[in-house]
């Protein structure tokens, strides 16, 4: 993709994250699998966990950006809904990101250690780690009273951070 193309995807992702977030009450958290309700409005009703959500507004802004502009799944199974922060972590591991250039589109994973995922969340403003901010989807209804999507700092979020990686094609 050139730097424009890259620019719009990135706008159109930023466009679905931050309009989730506004309509965060249409949004139910589930971990079933598939995930389903690819290429819904950000504002439909929909059920999903946090890595169903970054696949899905990696599906919708794809559908939604320019033809030639495509950007895999990060599930990394061709947006069947089949995978989680696990599959995340095996596709995005090689692609790490330099903590001081975090773009939108950037993924982070969490988890108690660096090889036990547990939450993902999209870069939807661009910074560094203490700047940025990530839309997230779908904590774990036990220890969270808010589960619909939501704007967070990396440096709030009481978990170990495993790293923020790019998807590939947005490198």
Not at 50 to 60: A, I, L, T
């Amino acid at each position: 993709m050139t730097p424009t193309q890259k620019s719009k995807w990135r706008e159109k992702a930023r466009f679905y994250m931050k309009t989730a977030e506004a309509y965060r009450l249409n949004r139910g958290y589930s971990q079933r699998r598939r995930v389903l309700g690819y290429g819904l409005s950000p504002k439909a009703d929909q059920l999903d966990d946090c890595s169903g959500y970054d696949s899905k507004v990696v599906f919708w802004t794809n559908s939604n950006t320019p033809s030639g502009i495509h950007v895999s799944d990060p599930l990394n199974d061709r947006f069947s809904g089949i995978g989680n922060t696990e599959s995340i972590q095996a596709y995005l591991d090689p692609h790490h990101v330099a903590h001081g250039r975090i773009q939108i589109g950037d993924i982070a994973l969490w988890g108690p250690n660096d090889w036990d995922t547990s939450h993902t969340a999209m870069c939807s403003k661009a910074g560094t780690m203490k700047t940025a901010e990530f839309s997230s989807h779908g904590h774990q209804s036990w220890r969270y009273k808010n589960d619909a999507p939501e704007s967070i700092l990396i440096p709030y979020f009481p978990e170990h951070l495993i790293g923020v990686f790019r998807l590939p094609e947005l490198a």
